[in-house]
């Protein structure tokens, strides 16, 4: 009961982001005497997005993990709200309706935190005052758990100081805990959060590296679990009146995933800055997750052994810190030199489904339906299709299926005949897969479907 009592509480709470409006007002409120703001935290590193109603209307979508509404004022009162979770087979409605009253003249802000199976909503409020001039204003959330219940507690020691200062005088915490609010003069800082009671390098769990604090920055400060790789367990979410910043590690890597899927072209050679990434790749062949630090990098691949040949760029990608990326070469060759198929990649598994993409990089196929279907299904003649004319180097986007074991049949638009397939896949809740359709490999006339996990490790 108390667990699903706090489960109803923390969805409750993503509805009030839905009062949002362009002018961040319900029914021409605007901040002043007899009203309230609010800010809403999606925490739960593990949980699936929702959809929020007011008053049975839904007013906010798929809000996900470490997303945050804007600052919200609201006439103080009570307000009745409705929550869908966005789940396989159909969303569920996890509380409808539920009253919730807030005073006047004061920041609310709520976040859910904690694993999805134990979410928990926690709260913490200020006065509605202006920042000091010359000045930043903090308020730090311990919104990561750790991995015992029913307490979860990780205590941690906090260090803001000048870039490269000296680490005195921490400020310990431990989950669901805070600090400040507090204000501290604009300028430049480094924070730096180890386990409680050391400070070796192998406790150091989050590391900002330089900081910049703004004359009249208010940041309310999440430290949530790290679902981006690298060896920072936290990253740090700051919330200001316009939405949501993540301050990543300064260590957090980017990813790359490269993949040679041109059916006519041999073994190729991927070179990052003119220098051999990868030899030899033949064709179909997909590489897992490699962590590189974020940067712009000059890629080109040629045909192996060929440096004088270039079928792709050269081309400058930019590489963001805490994003994953999926480059395909794709096309026969006399077309791959065109655009390489860049992809971004969403690797946070859920606790409450699989994450399954498909990839359409079959140059011959063109558009196709694509059937998700039962294990025991190999004749679609009678199905509807998952998806619907999907065009060649189209990216389906991730979808939530529940665990268990499915076939995949590709068609040509408007056909019942499988060009793919049926091709069996078993997925996992947690799992994050990419399926790849390809041409037949040479001397061969069949199609096929590569199934990739994407999942974080401890090398990213």
Not at 215 to 234: E, T
Request: proline letters at 8%; aromatic letters at 8%; a negative charge.
């Amino acid at each position: 009961m108390k667990l699903f009592k706090n489960i109803l509480v923390a969805c409750s709470v993503f509805a009030l982001a839905a009062c949002s409006s362009d002018n961040n007002t319900r029914g021409g409120v605007i901040p002043g005497d007899g009203t309230f703001t609010i800010q809403v935290l999606h925490a739960s590193a593990d949980a699936p997005p929702v959809n929020v109603f007011l008053d049975g209307a839904e007013v906010l979508s798929g809000v996900d993990y470490k997303q945050a509404s804007n600052f919200i004022a609201l006439a103080s009162g009570t307000y009745e709200i409705r929550v869908d979770g966005i789940l396989p087979g159909g969303n569920a409605t996890v509380l409808g309706p539920v009253d919730i009253t807030f005073e006047r003249d004061t920041i609310y802000t709520i976040a859910a935190v904690n694993n999805v199976a134990n979410i928990e909503p926690v709260i913490i409020e200020q006065p509605r005052d202006a920042v000091s001039a010359g000045a930043a204003r903090l308020f730090v959330l311990h919104a990561t758990p750790g991995p015992v219940g029913p307490d979860f507690s990780l205590p941690v020691d906090v260090y803001v100081t000048v870039p490269g200062g000296a680490l005195d005088n921490p400020a310990t915490f431990d989950f669901r805990g805070t600090i400040g609010p507090l204000e501290v003069a604009a300028g430049d800082y480094q924070i730096r959060v180890y386990l409680a009671g050391s400070v070796d390098p192998a406790a150091l769990v989050y590391d900002s590296g330089t900081l910049t604090l703004n004359d009249g920055d208010d940041y309310r400060v999440a430290a949530a679990p790290n679902v981006s790789g690298g060896p920072g367990a936290l990253t740090l979410v700051g919330m200001s009146s316009a939405g949501a910043v993540d301050f990543l590690d300064n260590r957090t890597p980017t990813a790359l995933r490269v993949g040679h899927l041109s059916p006519d072209t041999g073994p190729v050679d991927v070179l990052v800055n003119d220098g051999l990434y990868l030899g030899g790749v033949p064709y179909p062949a997909v590489t897992g997750f490699d962590p590189l630090p974020a940067d712009t990098y000059n890629v080109q691949v040629t045909p192996a052994g060929m440096p004088g040949t270039v079928a792709i760029g050269p081309v400058d990608l930019t590489l963001e810190a805490g994003t994953w990326y999926s480059v395909l070469a794709v096309d026969f060759f006399n077309n791959i030199g065109d655009a390489p198929l860049i992809l971004t990649d969403d690797p946070r598994p859920l606790a409450t489904s699989a994450k399954v993409r498909i990839i359409h990089a079959s140059p011959t196929a063109q558009d196709v339906d694509i059937y998700v279907v039962g294990p025991e299904v190999v004749d679609v003649t009678n199905e509807t299709p998952t998806l619907t004319a999907v065009p060649f180097r189209a990216n389906t986007g991730y979808l939530a299926l529940p665990e268990g074991d499915y076939n995949v049949i590709v068609t040509l638009a408007d056909s019942k005949d499988p060009a793919i397939g049926p091709a069996g896949i078993s997925i996992a809740n947690g799992g994050v897969y990419t399926a790849i359709a390809r041409d037949p490999v040479p001397e061969s006339m069949e199609f096929g479907l590569i199934v990739l996990e994407d999942f974080l490790n401890d090398e990213i």
